[in-house]
């Protein structure tokens, strides 16, 4: 079959005509692969950096997408190996998609969607009504986390990053307020201070030294010392390692949660991938995907562009 193959870590996959096919162990079905995202869970599972997953090479990248059973439905499944024509997925990690929806589409949006679901429902105890702020909202994932906490009802959406011209955009998509974090770390602490007096959830797809500059702008103008403010770090695009100051749980009703695979069991993530397609067919979400070819994997992998990649079985 066709692949995507890795080969050493420190270089990207390579296009592979004749790969062998998945071999099948218990409690494993075939899927043959119509579209696989290229997301940065595919991309540090390709490098051996991801956190929960130890790869034995050589191996095939991509950790879900979309394609058919053998019976011919449709489905949005998960599991390793889905940059190529076939993949053996375990029975039952999938969700059916409806025929209608787009294939490109799905694969694309479902996995940055189910990082700010998952950690809304399941992590934070989202209450609808309550009020939350995306640091780096103008990412493809930050992006469909204002347009899902507006769907789960938050009264507010103060959406945190340094596009200028995708945060604008994002006040059509549901947020109440934006902050840019491109000007000087004092001047836009300033503004989170105000905007942060009252939030109860965080969603930090940034870490970092970000994330720190946030919190000391954030925790010393709280409301009242009864409010809970609930931190949930769910990316590190500023860095893997972020400089907490001690006095933010001190002074506040802090919680500090993770929100990632292994932090949400098997049944509750298929729950919101089912959810997340109920939302989808009531209501198409605001999100771009470019289809490209497997062939194109080598070319592709270190030059993305802005869109979301999607490999599609082809020439």
Known sequence: MKAAVVENFNFGPQYKENYANPILEKNQVVVN????????????????????????????????????????????????????EQVAIARGHWVTVDDALDDVKIAGMMNPALSSWMALKYRADFKRGQKV????????????????AKRLGASEIIAVG????????????????????????????EK????????????????????????TAIIPHRMHDGQ???????????????????????????????????????RAVIQSLEEILISEQAQPFEFKAQAVYLSQVATLWDNPGTERLVFVPGK
């Open 228 to 266: 809970e403010l609930k931190w949930v770090e769910i990316g590190s695009s500023s860095g893997q390692i972020s400089p907490i100051p001690g006095a933010a749980f001190r002074a506040v009703r802090l919680q500090l949660i993770g929100s990632g695979q292994g932090s949400v069991g098997a």
């Open 33 to 84: 692969v119509t579209a696989s995202a290229l997301s940065n869970r595919a991309r540090s599972g390709a490098d051996g950096s991801h956190y929960a997953e130890k790869s034995v090479l050589p191996m095939i990248p991509g950790v879900d997408g979309v394609g058919h059973l053998s019976n011919g439905q449709k489905v949005f499944f998960v599991g390793n190996g889905t940059f190529a």
């Open 162 to 189: 340094r596009n200028a011209t995708k945060l604008a955009a994002l006040k059509q998509l549901g947020a109440t307020q934006t902050i840019s974090i491109a000007d000087d770390v004092h001047a836009y602490q």
């Open 192 to 215: 989170l201070a105000v905007a942060g007096k009252d939030i109860d959830i965080i969603l930090d797809y940034l870490w970092g030294n970000v994330a720190a500059n946030v919190m």
């Open 133 to 148: 702020m995306i640091l780096f909202a103008t990412g493809n994932a930050g992006a469909l986390a204002v347009q899902i």
